[in-house]
């Protein structure tokens, strides 16, 4: 694994990306598909901004920003998000745009003891690409 703490030259986000999934699983659109059919507890984590959610989501994913997730995860910290932070047994399956966002917040939730968790790999882009069922929901302010 290439340690991004200790680098002999500085690093890029494709550094960060790589070594997050070099100690990560990724599923599949047809796998996480499949795991939605098959369990009932799983979350599905979409770790893009809200305003990407708008435009389009996995049906009943949780909106957790890639930016907040290590404090909405803690459960020791006073704003966490309960759902997510009390979620360390459930499968949880994270996307964002293409894989790499989530794929670094799958490696942040292992980290923090989350012991079932997977990236999309693709992200929601392959999910689309793929066929699968989207979300979307007009927004009035």
Not at 56 to 65: C, D, F
Not at 93 to 122: E, I, K, N, P, W
């Amino acid at each position: 694994m290439y340690d991004v703490f200790t680098p002999s030259k500085p690093v890029g986000l494709m550094d960060f990306v790589t070594a997050a999934k070099s100690c990560i699983k990724e599923v599949t659109a047809e796998e996480l598909q499949q795991m939605r059919a098959e369990q009932g507890n799983l979350m599905i984590l979409d770790v893009r901004e809200s305003s990407e959610h708008e435009q389009g989501h996995i049906e009943n994913a949780l909106l957790v920003p890639r930016g907040i997730l290590e404090a909405a995860a803690d459960s020791t910290y006073e704003k966490s998000l309960p759902e997510l932070a009390s979620s360390r047994e459930r499968p949880v399956v994270a996307y964002c745009a293409t894989g790499g966002r989530s794929a670094m917040a799958a490696a942040v939730l292992q980290m923090m003891g989350f012991q079932h968790v997977y990236s999309l790999l693709g992200g929601f882009v392959g999910w689309e690409q793929a066929q699968m069922p989207v979300k979307r929901e007009a927004r009035y302010v």
